[in-house]
Nanobody, 116 residues
Framework: QVQLVESGGGLVQAGGSLRLSCTPS????????MGWYRQSPGKQREFVAR????????YADSVKGRFTISRANPRTNTLYLQMNNLRPEDTAVYYC?????????WGLGTQVTVSS
């Protein structure tokens, strides 16, 4: 069992920056990939960014050039999302996801609010 805990959300003005973190409860298990998703009120959860165990990254078109996903050293597997030039449409609850073997684990989310 793996628990993922997000942090770093908050209220920021448009054009500002935030850095989200996702810390797994254990580094005992190998992770295949980790990613960030977000969900706005009344909308489905959507993909934001992912990073594989080998370090390959992928982004949603809406965040390319503004968001950067990264991981700390493989021992801790802490995941980050650097968000720059934030827009009001980026307002959402941001969730961390970890793929361990054939199982997906999700965090409880952290709220990001961007004011215009």
């Amino acid at each position: 069992q793996v628990q993922l805990v997000e942090s770093g959300g908050g209220l920021v003005q448009a054009g500002g920056s935030l850095r989200l973190s996702c810390t797994p409860s254990t580094s005992r298990f190998s992770v295949n990939a980790m990613g960030w998703y977000r969900q706005s009120p009344g909308k489905q959860r959507e993909f934001v960014a992912r990073i594989t165990a080998g370090g390959m990254t992928d982004y949603a078109d809406s965040v390319k050039g503004r968001f950067t996903i990264s991981r700390a050293n493989p021992r801790t597997n802490t995941l980050y999302l650097q968000m720059n030039n934030l827009r009001p449409e980026d307002t959402a609850v941001y969730y961390c996801k970890g793929v361990y073997g054939s199982r997906d684990y999700w965090g409880l989310g952290t709220q990001v609010t961007v004011s215009s």
